[in-house]
């Protein structure tokens, strides 16, 4: 029997990713990936951490995130451009890879945007799990824009928010969130500042864009036992916090040497003291400590929260039967012969070789776990 693999790739492209989501529903898919989330940050020493690679401009950043584990090595492009919308465009766009690390070979190549703002989401809501105060039912969310409505919806489900409090500086944005979220079992308010809208709130979501050391939350606005998702500071020179925010909190971060660099605590001496969240998950450290202890989560997403992502996208695909199988890289018949492929007649043998493209169903898709 021959053991010839095809070297065939799962194409998850954008209409392919909006029928998932609506396929399983919001809520479950935040619910899964916390999951994936959390099992994969309890196994943070299998993979091969590092920070993400930037590209910065005047305008944005580009970065590529790599990681990989025994089996699989995944890796996701971002864009952060904060004045895109204003030309139509997304601030935030992405696409990933997950590979098999025996062969090499890209398993699945995805749409990734509307994945990003569902696992950053769950990722605020698994740390607000353990960091917010348990009775959290107020959430202020600053910034309303492409990621809010994902936020606002696991923290709902995540960690029992009941009512928002809503402030950007473009009031449509609000409405539209406002909008978006009626009937979704949440009492909404939008504010005419950021600090009306902080005022008594269990939690505070930062999800401003904007690339400039911003200080949106002032040590004035704090109050005892908040906590701070800060998401919008994610990039060197883009912050939201002001740096007395940080001297009055404990702070976690995703993966330190990435968070030094790009989180809000870029502000802060190299030894300011921060917490990986990991160790709280795996109950190395304490979480909150108190009721009245003030938490900031620096928020820059890491690639490891990527790997779950193109996991479960992976699994859902194959699940539900999206995608298709396309011929990403070249198998020529014999794999020594690459330079054979110019021949007049090999491009009939490519063919013949490869799968045709089919479906993702079929199953030669490696299940991940
Ligand atoms: N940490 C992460 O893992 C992660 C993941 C995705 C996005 N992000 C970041 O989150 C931020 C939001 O992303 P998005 O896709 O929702 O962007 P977006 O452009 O769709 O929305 C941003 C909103 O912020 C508002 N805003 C700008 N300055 C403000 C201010 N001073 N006060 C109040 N509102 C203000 C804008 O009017 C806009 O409505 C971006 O900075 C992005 O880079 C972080």
Redesign the pocket.
């Known amino acids: 029997m021959s053991n010839k693999q095809h070297a065939t790739t799962v194409y998850i492209g954008a209409t392919d990713m909006v029928r998932i989501v609506q396929r399983k529903g919001l809520g479950r898919c935040i619910a899964e990936l916390a999951a994936r989330i959390e099992r994969d940050f309890l196994r943070w020493h299998d993979f091969d951490l590092s920070a993400r690679v930037a590209c910065h401009s005047p305008h944005g950043v580009i970065e590529l995130m790599p990681i990989g584990d025994a089996r699989h090595f995944a890796f996701k492009y971002v864009n952060?451009h904060?004045e895109n919308?204003r030309s139509g465009l997304?601030?935030?766009m992405a696409f990933g890879v997950l590979a098999d690390v025996a062969t090499g070979l890209p398993l699945v190549l995805s749409e990734l945007t509307l994945v990003?703002a569902i696992r950053?989401a769950a990722m605020s809501a698994v740390a607000a799990c353990r960091l917010a105060r348990p009775d959290s039912r107020v959430m202020a969310l600053?910034?309303?824009?492409?990621?809010?409505e994902f936020q606002a919806i696991a923290m709902r489900d995540l960690v029992g928010i009941r009512e928002l409090r809503l402030?950007?500086?473009?009031p449509a944005?609000s409405a539209k969130l406002a909008a978006n979220l009626a009937g979704h079992g949440l009492t909404l308010t939008i504010c005419n500042s950021?600090a009306e809208a902080v005022r008594g709130a269990d939690i505070v979501t930062t999800?401003?864009?904007?690339k400039n050391l911003?200080t949106?939350i002032t040590p004035a606005m704090i109050e005892p036992g908040m906590h701070i998702n800060a998401?919008?500071g994610?990039c060197p020179g883009k912050t939201e916090l002001h740096r007395g925010v940080l001297e009055a909190a404990a702070v976690f971060v995703e993966f330190e040497p990435q968070t030094r660099v790009e989180g809000d605590i870029q502000q802060m001496s190299a030894d300011f003291a921060v917490t990986e969240f990991w160790h709280v998950l795996a109950g190395n450290q304490p979480g909150r400590r108190s009721a009245d202890q003030v938490t900031v989560f620096d928020?820059?997403?890491f690639a490891l929260e990527d790997y779950s992502a193109l996991c479960f996208v992976s699994d859902a695909a194959t699940e539900l039967g999206i995608g298709n199988r396309i011929e990403l890289v070249l198998q020529p018949a014999d794999p020594k012969n690459l330079f054979g492929l110019l021949g007049s007649a090999a491009l009939a043998s490519l063919t013949s070789a490869a799968a045709p493209s089919q479906p993702a169903s079929a199953p030669a898709l490696q299940t991940v776990d």
């Open positions: 952060g904060p919308t997304p601030t935030v990003t950053t600053i910034g309303n824009g492409a990621q809010s402030f950007d500086v473009d944005a950021t999800l401003t864009a904007d911003a949106i998401v919008g994610d928020s820059v997403g």
